[in-house]
């Protein structure tokens, strides 16, 4: 408020010529004044609400004096300037009321500061509200700000904390205001701390705490945890106030412990890898594991670090290496593995398979090396090269033998059981040049030994299989002999085994031909049965494969059994394409086929042949476009 301006005074004086003295002094010093006078307390509540700009209280009046006109003021929570304008006034009084809140006093026989004093009333005024402003807005920021923090004022105690300090130690602001900041700490940092801050309060500045240690604070429940501190000074009116920002640091702590262990086990998977690793930078090893050692028969790693790794391969390869790994250094497409030949310092010569890629090692690029030693794998795949090319002629006269037999036999029963063993012998010579042809195509099954004898296993087994068929082509179509040694079989070892055996039709090949057939089985217990396992494998067999030829895209087949009534059922159902009503009911005439040139005719006529051989029934269920569903009853073994 400057002169001239418009005031709005409240006068509270009992004595009317001195409120007029007062206005008229004001108004020759220059303001445009407007004021009441009221000499009641009621009448000053009442205009106190109008909110004046300033009040001018006689100290004494009969019914009301100046300390109850302060004391009002502060119950009303009004921050109106008042000043104490009074006769005669003591020093100690004068003291009082300027504590309770009176901006100035007054004498009345000094009338003539009333303007300066009203002035200087109205500027500390404005200031003040200007200071509740910005401390307001200080307020809202230090309540935004995502960390804790605290304000230490000059006393080295907490002056303002915000609402994220009191979440992070559980404490309610009354309960840390005035405290040390050491009260937020566990006991053992205490005294450390309160030499450190008073270092710091000799030459603040912006860092942070404890530089080098972890720090811990400590919560009201007596828990710890690690934070992160950081002081900056602030200068105000006041002295310098240090700003302490705390951060919880509990997972930040956590995630690096995860990532320590994490670093330890990838140390430990690549020390203990069954491949050899090497790390190539700047053209020299600079990394290899145990594994690669012992691939390369050295027992140091210095034997081999700061070599260039082609310079391990024997001559004739080293130009091809050197060029594939500097390629890919640069980030060039390094296509295939690579595979050359080694010598050990003990003059072994090995061949090891390398596949390469690029890597960042110890800031620089640098080109990654996975080793594995092919030596026994190679030879492996020789010998098994050469067992398949004799299965390939053994199939090819087959072949040509089931042909003529077919061409010759084709007008009787003779003929289509002839055909028909042959044909089933086709089939059990699939899994054989499957899994070979397997095995050779992807030399490195070889490496997993356990399924590499699985794979063999299954051949030698359907082996066995085309053994007892080839003997059987002597005895031709007949009725089973009472003589015929049937034993007591479990139907879901057969199941099983019929399963593995064609593995190769409904796993790889279909896989190769762009489908994928998944084949469940539901295996109840079930009795014993009477029969020969190797026919009804072939009738599983050609179950199986006929449902993988029904479906010309992705689908399954599920195989159950159960008991029921004195017999084992077992279904083989397909989800392909089904049978028109006028197939289902031809399918097990010999001869009659949907394959064309693919197909004879005769593997559901044997299929049927055998069934009836063990004194069982075989059904058929199909629906075009929901697939095929057959039923073998089997009476069941005692």
């Not at 907490?158 to 009354?174: C, D, P, S, T, W």
């Not at 009260?183 to 912006?206: D, T």
């Not at 595979?339 to 596949?355: K, L």
């Amino acid at each position: 408020m400057t002169p001239a301006s418009r005031l709005n005074v409240l006068i509270l004086e009992d004595n009317p010529s001195d409120a007029d003295i007062a206005a008229a002094e004001l108004r020759r010093s220059g303001y445009d004044l407007v004021w009441r006078r009221v000499d009641t307390e009621q009448e000053y509540l009442a205009q106190l609400a109008l909110s004046p700009d300033i009040i001018l209280a006689d100290f004494s009046l009969p019914q009301f004096d100046a300390h109850r006109a302060i004391s009002l003021l502060r119950e009303q929570a009004l921050d109106i300037p008042i000043i104490v304008v009074t006769g005669t006034l003591g020093d100690e009084a004068a003291v009082a009321l300027i504590k309770e809140g009176a901006a100035d006093y007054i004498l009345k026989d000094r009338m003539a500061r009333l303007g300066q004093a009203v002035a200087v009333a109205l500027e500390q005024s404005r200031a003040k509200a200007r200071l509740r402003e910005d401390e307001t807005q200080y307020a809202a920021l230090l309540e935004a700000a995502p960390d804790a923090l605290l304000i230490i004022d000059i006393t080295r105690n907490i002056k303002l904390v915000n609402k994220q300090a009191e979440a992070m130690f559980g404490y309610k602001r009354e309960e840390l205001l005035g405290k040390p900041p050491e009260f937020l700490m566990p006991e053992r940092f205490m005294r450390q701390h309160v030499e450190h801050r008073r270092q710091y309060q000799l030459a603040p500045r912006s860092r942070s705490m404890g530089t080098g240690l972890t720090m811990y604070g400590r919560r009201k429940d007596g828990t710890e945890f690690p934070i992160d501190a950081t002081l900056s000074p602030l200068e105000t009116s006041e002295g310098t106030l240090i700003i302490v920002a705390i951060r919880d640091i509990s997972e930040r702590k956590r995630l690096e412990e995860a990532l320590r262990e994490q670093e330890a086990q990838y140390r430990a998977v690549v020390e203990n890898a069954s491949d050899g690793i090497g790390v190539m930078v700047d053209d020299k090893l600079a990394f290899v594991n145990s594994a690669f050692l012992r691939i390369y028969g050295v027992d140091d790693q210095s034997k081999v670090l700061g070599v260039a790794p082609w310079d391990l391969a024997l001559p004739q390869h080293r130009d091809e290496i050197r060029e594939r790994a500097l390629a890919t250094q640069r980030g060039d497409p390094s296509g295939d593995s690579l595979e050359f030949a080694i010598q050990r310092p003990d003059g072994a010569v090995r061949t090891v398979n390398v596949s390469v890629a690029p890597v960042p090692f110890s800031g620089k690029p640098g080109v990654m090396g996975i080793i594995r030693d092919v030596t026994e794998r190679k030879r492996m795949e020789e010998e098994l090269r050469e067992a398949n090319g004799r299965l390939q002629n053994t199939l090819q006269q087959l072949q040509e033998a089931q042909s003529l037999l077919i061409k010759q036999q084709r007008l009787n029963a003779l003929g289509q059981m002839a055909s028909g063993i042959v044909h089933d012998f086709n089939n059990a010579l699939t899994p054989i040049l499957g899994f070979s042809s397997l095995l050779i195509e992807n030399p490195e099954r070889l490496d997993n030994r356990e399924a590499a004898l699985r794979h063999i296993g299954i051949c030698h087994a359907a082996a066995q299989d085309a053994a007892h068929i080839v003997g059987r082509l002597r005895e031709f179509y007949r009725p089973r002999d009472q003589a015929e040694p049937f034993i007591s079989l479990d139907i879901n070892e057969v199941v099983q085994h019929a399963a593995s055996v064609t593995q190769y039709v409904w796993a790889e090949k279909a896989l190769a031909e762009g489908k994928t057939i998944a084949v469940t089985m539901d295996l109840k217990p079930i009795p014993m049965v009477k029969g020969n396992a190797t026919e009804l494998t072939e009738v599983l067999t050609n179950l199986i494969i006929n449902g993988v030829d029904a479906m010309p895209g992705n689908g399954a087949i599920h195989l159950r059994t159960k008991a029921e009534g004195g017999h084992v059922l077992l279904q083989v159902e397909d989800t392909g394409s089904g049978m028109p009503e006028e197939v289902r009911q031809r399918c097990f005439e010999p001869f009659f086929t949907t394959k064309g040139d693919k197909g004879t005719g005769l593997g559901l006529a044997v299929t049927y042949g055998v069934v009836q051989r063990h004194n069982g029934r075989v059904e058929v269920d199909s629906r075009v476009g929901e697939g095929t569903t057959f039923t073998i009853s089997l009476p069941s073994d005692g």
